[in-house]
């Protein structure tokens, strides 16, 4: 392991302990700066790293390293507080009009496990609502000066809300997104952890004066574990959330929490997570939880691939719809009843038409053609005849 890699899991958490501040003291010396920050960059805990550095080691690092930092740490926090400032606004609008909400990642994570909102970085807002007060939540955006990001046509509507894709909203003045789900999974992920099972358990909280509602500890260590999954656990901030919710929740029934994953299909999904968390940034896992997860020997074969193959990648953030990520997908699952709606939900998309079909058919070209031009597209793209212009399917981008 690199230096620089062994010096990010060190300093990807809200504390140090004395030891590693004298770690980190020791390491400044030999550090590739430039690297250290692409990286820090890339796995969305550059306000950490700052964080640690200017108190635990500002007289020996680099005066003109942590300048840069420092203006990128700021840029976060000014950032943060920004969303914040808008989470509050939306909050007390729902709370005026009667309808429940649940903000959960970005904002929520950095106040309730990081201790400050400066130090966790996030991009958007991610709010739950119950499906039937969808519409009355869109009203109060656009009422706020809020647009849809991309206006759907009614089929594509109908597609998102099928697929319980949330549905993206920007101020175009303040430059903030929040983003309205339904459900936490997509359907793509294929499990069944429902909206309404969700909002069951959820726990009371407020947010300024207003009241709203958080994910449970352990819905939220199931939704943090799916999503780390679904983008091959490639940035080292999706851990440390995983790791901050376990080390607030100690007495977390571990027992509990793996017969709710195994009655949603993700067994093997949180032990992923659980695992990268302990061998990362030591966090502390519920016994029966790590009983178990260690009797599993296809846990650390992922961990080991993750290591080598995903961590810190592109290709981990954007996703692309491939073999390897079906691969990677398919052994994250246990149970034969949840490969096989994700088998049948990955060969509906290797048999949908893209725009590289239609492309390769003719704009003109009926609907029902391009399925059978699909075939002799990817054919001729194999022989060498054809290069493709874009990914195969869509790419899902990461957002922290």
């Not at 606004?89 to 309808?99: M, P």
């Amino acid at each position: 392991m690199s230096p620089e890699r062994t010096l990010l899991l060190d300093m990807s958490r809200p504390t140090l302990g004395p030891r590693r501040a004298r770690r980190l003291r020791q390491a400044v010396a030999g550090i590739d700066w430039r690297h250290l920050i692409d990286r820090a960059r890339l796995h969305g805990v550059m306000a950490l790293l700052y964080h640690h550095l200017a108190r635990h080691a500002s007289d020996v690092a680099p005066p003109q390293i942590l300048r840069l930092m420092h203006r990128e740490a700021t840029a976060v926090q000014m950032r943060n507080l920004l969303m914040m400032q808008e989470l509050v606004r939306l909050v007390n609008c729902c709370s005026e009009s009667g309808i429940p909400i649940l903000p959960f990642k970005g904002p929520v994570l950095a106040r309730r496990y990081y201790g400050e909102l400066s130090l966790r970085q996030f991009q958007d807002v991610d709010v739950l609502v119950r499906r039937e007060n969808l519409e009355d939540v869109w009203a109060l955006l656009y009422a706020n000066g809020y647009q849809c990001r991309r206006g759907l046509s009614e089929a594509e509507a109908r597609v998102a809300a099928r697929d319980n894709l949330g549905r993206e909203f920007v101020h175009p003045e303040r430059g903030v997104s929040i983003e309205i789900h339904s459900e936490l999974l997509n359907r793509e992920l294929t499990f069944r952890l429902s909206g309404d099972a969700v909002w069951d358990r959820a726990v009371p909280s407020s947010c300024g004066r207003a009241g709203m509602y958080e994910l449970s500890p352990e819905d939220l260590l199931l939704y943090l574990c799916a999503h780390g999954a679904k983008h091959h656990w490639s940035r080292l901030l999706w851990v440390c959330d995983v790791a901050q919710v376990l080390h607030h929740h100690p007495d977390l029934d571990g027992r509990a929490l793996r017969e709710r994953a195994r009655e949603i299909g993700s067994l093997r999904t949180l032990h992923l997570g659980l695992a990268l968390a302990r061998r990362w940034l030591d966090a502390p896992l519920p016994t029966d939880a790590c009983k178990q997860m260690d009797g599993d020997p296809m846990v650390e074969r992922l961990v080991r691939e993750i290591e080598d193959r995903w961590f810190g990648t592109e290709l981990g953030l954007k996703r692309p719809a491939g073999w390897q990520t079906f691969w990677f997908t398919l052994r994250t699952r246990q149970r034969l009843r949840d490969n096989w709606a994700m088998i049948l939900r990955y060969g509906y998309l290797a048999v949908t038409p893209t725009d590289n079909d239609r492309a390769f058919a003719g704009a003109s070209t009926p609907a029902p053609f391009l399925y059978l031009a699909r075939p002799f597209r990817l054919l001729a793209e194999r022989l060498g005849l054809r290069s493709g212009s874009e990914q195969e399917y869509p790419s899902q981008t990461a957002s922290p």
